[in-house]
């Protein structure tokens, strides 16, 4: 997947959990990330974030802190 669809899709992600009662986004954001995104596109996120995470909103990154990395 392309760079800026990844960076895309993560932010949607973390606009609609923001939009959710409670303070607990990161962790529905990474929650949901284990959950619907397949092993490359995590890998891709997590080496994205390792680089700078240029474009993602910081509660992407913050998600990130609770993501497993995939096994390979």
């Not at 529905?28 to 284990?34: P, S």
């Not at 996120?45 to 995470?53: E, I, Q, W």
């Amino acid at each position: 997947m392309s760079p800026d669809k990844m960076i895309h899709m993560a932010n949607q992600i973390a606009t609609f959990f923001k939009s959710q009662p409670g303070d607990e986004a990161a962790a529905r954001i990474a929650a949901h990330l284990g959950d619907f995104w397949e092993p490359r596109m995590r890998r891709q996120l997590l080496d994205h974030v390792a680089t700078g995470g240029e474009g993602l909103d910081p509660l992407v990154i913050e998600a990130t802190k609770q993501l497993s990395a995939p096994a390979d």
